[in-house]
């Protein structure tokens, strides 16, 4: 199952510069433990120590939040489009926010 990832300026370092790459997974949980299989480090800068999106990344699953679909329980079907964003945010939260997705 082929879908495609678009990944923010922030965490082209993890994809070798690349604004999209490809991943597989039935749901958001998979298509991060297979991104991460290529990608290393990438799946540690989205995902809290709890096991649950860090509440400064957006991830869409064609221009859908995946919040409201299930989170990383969300299901993904081939073709689907996938979008992962850093929160907007002003002031010192906003550098944190940055800083934390660097790592």
């Known amino acids: 199952m082929a879908i495609e990832v678009r990944i923010p300026t922030i965490l082209r370092t993890y994809t070798g510069g690349a604004k999209v790459v490809e991943g597989s997974g039935d749901t958001i949980a998979a298509l991060l433990v297979d991104l991460d299989s290529k990608h290393n480090g990438l ?61």
Do not use: M, Q
């Open 43 to 103: 799946r540690d800068r989205l995902i809290t120590a709890e096991g649950g999106l860090h509440r400064f990344v957006n991830v869409y699953i064609n221009d859908e939040d995946v919040r409201f679909l299930g989170a990383l329980d969300a299901k993904l079907n081939d073709g689907d489009s996938v979008t992962i964003l850093p929160a907007v945010a002003g002031g010192a939260f906003a550098f944190a926010a940055a800083h934390a997705l660097r790592g």
